[in-house]
């Protein structure tokens, strides 16, 4: 089993900054890849950033420019900053650490998730 432990999230003005952090703990596999969800209310969870263990990253186009996804060198913290962020940010944000397939597959674990509010 993976714990997967996430902070940072909050309210912030449209235009604002926030960085989310999540610390991976318990069963550490190689090969692997963490990353961020986000599932606004009434809509599927959907792939906001990931990272592969050799710092591969994929982004989704709503997000490319703003927000940066890193990990430290141990590989068992991942981080989200987000930029310039606007309303239709707002979701929880989820964790998620998994396989280097993850974009076609999912992860196999998952936070609680964090709330990050926009406000116009």
């Known amino acids: 089993q993976v714990q997967l432990v996430e902070s940072g999230g909050g309210l912030v003005q449209a235009g604002g900054s926030l960085r989310l952090s999540c610390v991976a703990s318990?069963?550490?596999?190689?090969?692997?890849?963490m990353g961020w969800y986000r599932q606004a209310p009434g809509k599927q969870r959907e792939l906001v950033a990931g990272?592969?263990?050799?710092?591969?990253?994929r982004y989704a186009d709503s997000v490319k420019g703003r927000f940066t996804i890193s990990r430290d060198n141990a590989k068992t913290t991942v981080y989200l900053e987000m930029n310039s962020l606007k309303p239709e940010d707002t979701a929880v944000y989820y964790c998620?650490?998994?396989?280097?397939?993850?974009?076609?597959?999912?992860?196999?674990?998952w936070g609680k998730g964090t709330l990050v509010t926009v406000s116009s």
């Open positions: 998620g650490y998994g396989r280097v397939w993850y974009y076609y597959y999912g992860m196999d674990y």
């Open positions: 990272i592969t263990y050799d710092d591969n990253t």
């Open positions: 318990g069963n550490i596999f190689s090969m692997n890849a």
